[in-house]
């Protein structure tokens, strides 16, 4: 394995004890690596799960596996992981930034909905709002890894610091 992008060891040391273990019911489970690999590939490059490179393993597991962690909330605790130990470390600027400009509505944002809004059917652009956001939390946790990485890597050849 090892491509541009991939997990190193020190952050998979990190991931994988936050990660299911098999229950054995269903076999041989493909590598949990492969898989986050698979997975934070396609956030990276936006590529179809169909089209995902073979050294990530089957596409119909990446993608299961994905949608069952998003489901289980496995994605959201893997997240949460990193942005704790990355806060613990000093490395996230909470600092938040407001900007005073004003912005004019259009004028067809005048009126308020009369009538509360439908109910999405299902496949709708509606009904695919939590998996948008699934994804949002995916590319987060995909972006605080590498980041994580960086400045790991940067930690670890600065000179020590005096208080």
């Known amino acids: 394995m090892g491509s541009r992008g991939d997990l190193t060891d020190a952050q998979w040391e990190r991931l994988e004890p936050l990660l299911p273990v098999s229950n054995g019911r269903c076999g041989k489970l493909r590598d949990h690596r492969q898989v986050v690999n698979g997975v934070l590939h ?9 089209d995902l490179p073979d050294r990530y ?9 994905h949608r069952r962690w998003s489901a289980d909330g496995t994605w959201e605790v893997l997240l949460q992981q990193v942005q704790a130990e990355a806060d613990a470390a000093g490395e996230i600027d909470w600092d938040i930034s407001v900007d005073s400009t004003s912005v ?13 809004p439908p109910i999405p059917k299902r496949g709708s652009a509606a009904a695919l709002k939590p998996a948008r956001i699934r994804a949002e939390l995916i590319d987060q946790l ?3 890894v590498r980041e ?6 940067r930690v670890a050849t ?4 005096s208080i």
């Open 42 to 50: 396609r956030i990276r490059t936006g590529v179809q799960w169909r």
């Open 57 to 65: 393993g089957p596409w119909k597991t990446v993608h299961e596996r």
């Open 104 to 116: 004019r509505a259009p004028h067809h944002a005048a009126g308020a909905r009369q009538a509360p």
């Open 142 to 144: 995909a972006e605080v």
């Open 148 to 153: 994580a990485g960086h400045s790991g890597a």
């Open 158 to 161: 600065s000179p020590p610091s």
